[in-house]
């Protein structure tokens, strides 16, 4: 099982960019989706998440901003970030909450390799 992130780079203040993060391999199921961000000296936060439902939960310095979509099918999970901030800059990470194929259990150790998002003022 592995996820593959896409999408980041370099926007001025108050732009946009979506990120995307696809899921493959052995899998049963998945739970929960999400991405998370670090930027540099600071320990890595929750940004968003989403459940196979499709309920979500956002971070208060992104709620309004960000959105976050999931394609069960496909297993990916879009962020679509808006109104972008300097104070966005960060690497982010997607993880996701997996029961791949042959266990019983569901593992929360699956992360995207990462990608740099950097906000200009």
């Known amino acids: 099982v592995q996820l593959q992130a896409s999408g980041g780079g370099l926007v001025q203040a108050g732009g946009s960019l979506r990120l995307s993060c696809a899921a493959s391999?052995?899998?049963?199921?998945?739970?929960?989706m999400g991405w998370y961000r670090q930027a540099p000296g600071k320990q890595r936060e929750l940004v968003a998440s989403i459940t196979s439902g499709g309920s979500t939960n956002y971070a208060d310095s992104v709620k309004g901003r960000f959105t976050i979509s999931r394609d069960n099918a496909k297993h990916t999970i879009d962020l679509q970030m808006n109104s972008l901030k300097p104070e966005d800059t960060a690497v982010y990470y997607c993880?996701?909450?997996?029961?791949?194929?042959?266990?019983?259990?569901?593992?929360?150790?699956?992360w995207g390799q990462g990608t740099q998002v950097t906000v200009s003022s």
């Open positions: 391999g052995s899998i049963v199921s998945i739970n929960v």
């Open positions: 993880n996701a909450v997996i029961r791949p194929s042959g266990s019983w259990y569901y593992r929360s150790d699956y």
